[in-house]
């Protein structure tokens, strides 16, 4: 089965921003969509962004042009690069891909 491996958490003032990237372990990755989803404590996990096989882009109310993800099929790997950060941002991000979830990183925004 496919996994998932996150990176580029971490800690933030205000303003910033963070990039995180999604690597797929099998190459079965360009053949659907790409989601992004985060998560707060006591919260229902909301879809953050999607980017399809073809690189089409769907966001979720919040981000308000401030995300943007992408998608690299060679490398096997989603980027979710998100600018202008604010403290309610501050979750844990995941990655999937169908019923595959990354394992998450925490993203504070603070300051």
């Known amino acids: 089965q496919m996994t998932l491996a996150q990176s580029g958490g971490g800690s933030v003032q205000p303003g910033g921003s963070l990039r995180l990237s999604c690597v797929a372990s099998s190459i079965i990755f360009r053949y659907d969509t790409m989601e992004w989803y985060r998560q707060t404590p006591g919260n229902q996990r909301e879809m953050v962004a999607k980017v399809g096989t073809a690189g089409s882009t769907k966001y979720g109310d919040f981000v308000q042009g401030r995300f943007t993800v992408s998608r690299d099929n060679a490398k096997q790997t989603t980027y979710l690069q998100m600018n202008n950060l604010r403290p309610e941002d501050t979750a844990t991000y995941y990655c999937?891909?169908?019923?595959?979830w990354g394992p998450g990183t925490q993203d504070t925004v603070s300051g």
């Open positions: 999937k891909y169908r019923h595959i």
